[in-house]
C-alpha cells in the first residue's frame, strides 16, 4: 500500500510557471513507476507524464512536450511535475499515480492521489 499526497496547485496567468510535487509513504517508493494525469472539467481524465521506478525514462503527452518535466528524487520520496509556459487549457485537477512500470495508460497504476487544482489564467 502507498499513500499519495499532491500539493503545488494554484492560480497562474499562461505563460507561467508551477511545479507539482507528490509525495509518498507507506511501501518503498523506488519500487513503483509514477505518473502524472490531468482531468479537466466536462472531459475524461488524460496522461500527462510518466517517470520510470530510477528516473531513467520518461514520457510525455505530446501537448505537454517541451513545457513539462517530471523528475523523481527517491531518498525524498517526491515525484514532481515542472510546468512551464502553461496555457489556459492546462486548467485542471492533476492527479499522480503509481504503478508497476511507466505508462501512458490508467489502467497500469494501482494507487492515486487525491489531486490538486491548477488554473491557468489568460
Known amino acids: 500500500q502507498v499513500q499519495l499526497v499532491e500539493s503545488g496547485g494554484g492560480l497562474v496567468q499562461a505563460g507561467g510557471s508551477l511545479r507539482l510535487s507528490c509525495a509518498a509513504s507507506g511501501r518503498t517508493f523506488g519500487s513503483f513507476a509514477m505518473g502524472w494525469f490531468r482531468q479537466a472539467p466536462g472531459k475524461e481524465r488524460e496522461f500527462v507524464a510518466t517517470v520510470s521506478r530510477s528516473g531513467g525514462v520518461t514520457y510525455y503527452a505530446d501537448s505537454v512536450k517541451g513545457r513539462f518535466t517530471i523528475s523523481r528524487d527517491n531518498a525524498k520520496n517526491t515525484v514532481y511535475l515542472e510546468m512551464t509556459s502553461l496555457k489556459p487549457e492546462d486548467t485542471a485537477v492533476y492527479y499522480c499515480?503509481?504503478?508497476?512500470?511507466?505508462?501512458?495508460?490508467?489502467?497500469?497504476?494501482?494507487?492515486w492521489g487525491q489531486g490538486t487544482q491548477v488554473t491557468v489564467s489568460s
Open positions: 499515480a503509481a504503478g508497476d512500470h511507466p505508462s501512458r495508460s490508467q489502467t497500469t497504476y494501482d494507487y
